[in-house]
Nanobody, 128 residues
Framework: AEKLVESGGDSVEVGGSLTLSCENSGYTVYKMAWFRQAPGKEREVVATIHMPTGRTMYADFTEGRFVISRDNRNNDKQTAWLQMNNLKSEDTAMYYC????????????????????WGRGTQVTVSP
């Protein structure tokens, strides 16, 4: 079974930086992604990464502030990071890691419905 565990959430000031980590210790997956959900809002994609190639896709709002990366050297433990820079108050949300064994990276890879496995989330709070 899949097990995704996020870490790295914290409270930071506007303009600060954080790096979130997601470890997959279950079956090998082909894509890992970060989504977020703010109070009262729908879950939205942040970024996704194709584990074999490192190819990435980002939501427009990331504006170059966020970088997703991965460690895919060990199929028994895959890791994806989300480095977030120049954080804004509107980045405050619960951040979720998601993964799928679907092998292709396409435009639909930014859709939550395409991900089969989800972590429990890590809270990011950005304050003035």
């Amino acid at each position: 079974a899949e097990k995704l565990v996020e870490s790295g959430g914290d409270s930071v000031e506007v303009g600060g930086s954080l790096t979130l980590s997601c470890e997959n210790s279950g079956y090998t997956v082909y894509k890992m992604a970060w989504f977020r959900q703010a109070p009262g809002k729908e879950r939205e994609v942040v970024a996704t990464i194709h584990m074999p190639t490192g190819r990435t896709m980002y939501a427009d709002f990331t504006e170059g502030r966020f970088v997703i990366s991965r460690d895919n050297r060990n199929n028994d433990k895959q890791t994806a990071w989300l480095q977030m820079n120049n954080l804004k108050s509107e980045d405050t949300a619960m951040y979720y890691c998601a993964a799928t064994r679907e092998p292709q990276l396409t435009s639909s890879s930014l859709l939550a419905e395409k991900y089969d496995f989800w972590g429990r989330g890590t809270q990011v709070t950005v304050s003035p």
